[in-house]
């Protein structure tokens, strides 16, 4: 087992409170690892791979034919968190408001850039309600679904809080796990909307660093600009293109997750009703304890049974009862329910 998590930091992400667990429920990307197809094209390209330089051409047009998009309109990543840091550096926005509870990484990257964003904070159930956003705010940063709620925003209501002079920004980085993306708005050529995509989550590949976004020709090629020369590697373009050339392959993962996440939340019900549970749309439960601290309970797991799972204190708008888990079904999660079970009531788990 390693060292414990340091949580003295202002922010702890799940790939930290993984490190070292036998069973992780902490970090949110598809359980089994990458498909046996990706690993297999993967393994095919690495030759050419390392050989030549990274071409985003094919990657761009997949992505592009993919969401009924202009290859103008595409915009490859090294990951989404990297489209964030570019929208912070290069909109310049005078009120920037990011819509809470959400991934943390699009308030940071604001703050680096030397524009601090206003934190919209939702009440529970999180459910997005336009007039809460500040009729002057220039750039609007909003989760569907969203991490770690899980909650699905209907489209219409997204597309209710965007207007002139004023750039939304909508993380879609679960999407993938909603069968038939039902309120994307990846093919949505609105001039003030921003859509950034993560295949790292649905393919998990979170090493490979795979992600893309889609805006307006113009503001794209204004986000283009700002990277750095080959910010993609061969191989995330590579898998990039796969993803995009054959969507029907994510679609099995996707199934799985979705009966994965259902499962664990009749587990959760059955063994602890006491727990409000967030159903949510993608591949993880938030759930709030009736009482005491998640992170204590998330360094027990870690320390007496080697679980990880995320403690969601961190995430604006949730308390320190919080808890995010991901689903990875059967067996592993049986242990997970049995054990929490067990903690939460004293006793030894069987």
Known sequence: MSDAVDTAAADVHG?????????????????????????????????GALGAYPDETAATAATARRHGR???????????AHGFAL?????????????????TEPGRALAAAG???????????????????PDDADLVVVGNPTNPTG??????????????????????AFMDFVPGERESLARSADDGLVVVRSLTKILAVPGLRVGYLLAPPALAAALR???????????????????????????????????????LQGRLAAALPELRVHAGAANFLLVA??????????????????????????????SPRHLRLTARGGEADAHLVATLAATLKGVRPR
């Open 15 to 47: 790939d930290v409170w993984a490190r070292g667990a036998r069973a992780d429920h902490a970090v949110n990307v598809a359980t089994g690892g990458p498909p046996a197809w990706l690993r297999a094209l993967l393994r095919d390209a690495l030759d």
């Open 70 to 80: 202009d290859p103008a309109e595409v915009v490859l990543l090294n990951g989404a």
């Open 87 to 103: 929208i912070a550096a290069a909109l310049g926005a005078a009120r920037p408001v990011v819509v809470h509870p959400q991934f």
């Open 115 to 133: 524009r601090p964003a206003e934190a919209v904070v939702l009440p529970d159930p999180y459910l997005l309600d336009p007039a809460a956003i």
């Open 151 to 172: 909650v699905l925003h209907p489209r219409a209501t997204i597309e209710a809080i965007v207007r002139p002079g004023r750039v939304v920004v909508v993380d879609e």
């Open 225 to 263: 600009a700002r990277r750095h020369a080959w910010p993609v590697n061969a191989l995330a373009l590579a898998a990039i293109r796969a993803a995009g050339e054959h969507p029907e392959r994510l679609a099995p993962v996707a199934a799985r997750a979705q009966a994965d996440r259902a499962a």
């Open 289 to 318: 304890l009736p009482d005491g601290d998640a992170t204590a309970l998330a360094h027990r797991l870690r320390a007496e049974h080697a679980i990880a799972v995320r403690p969601a204190a961190t995430f604006p708008g949730l």
